[in-house]
């Protein structure tokens, strides 16, 4: 593991802590060299399905890919990274128990809808905005109108 900050690869780990349901290993790391401090996550490797995109191109999974658009929908929004984390390892653990080979970037999008409106429903619209390109600002006030009705039956 290089270190960050003087890129030195020989470090020691001060803390190892397993995530809330056993599948990341967190671990702080201190170089030897320079004594910046660091956070590594260890996770096992496995194999995902590839993502079948709109225009029909296929792509490996790509965790990082998510996160960057939850941080995008969460961004000044009390949403721990740990929760957006959870997703997506939520949305990992889905794909796994699937079991297919190749699997629609619609159906990913709708999971991380799925879990954003129970986290937090302001960062929900930001990302369905996005990904279903509101053309207008009606279809952004009806999304937000289905989302206070199924609030209220609940």
Excluded: W
Excluded at 55 to 73: M, T, V, Y
């Amino acid at each position: 593991m290089r270190c960050p900050f003087c890129s030195h690869i020989e470090d020691k780990v001060i803390d190892s802590r397993q995530s809330k349901d056993g599948d990341v290993i967190r671990r702080r790391r201190e170089c030897l060299k320079c004594e910046g401090r660091f956070t590594s996550y260890e996770r096992i490797e496995d194999i995902l399905p590839h993502v079948v995109k709109k225009d029909g191109s296929r792509q490996p999974f790509n965790r990082q890919k998510i996160l960057q658009g939850l941080e995008k929908a969460c961004e000044k929004r009390p949403i721990s990274l740990e929760d957006r984390e959870g997703l997506v390892s939520k949305i990992e653990k889905y794909l796994y128990a699937n079991g297919d080979k190749e699997i629609p970037s619609s159906m990913i999008g709708e999971l991380i809808m799925d879990g954003l409106k129970e986290i937090d429903q302001v960062a929900y619209v930001r990302f369905a905005s996005v990904y279903r390109q509101f053309k207008d600002i009606k279809e952004f006030i009806q999304e937000i109108k289905d989302i206070a009705y199924n609030k209220k039956k609940s």
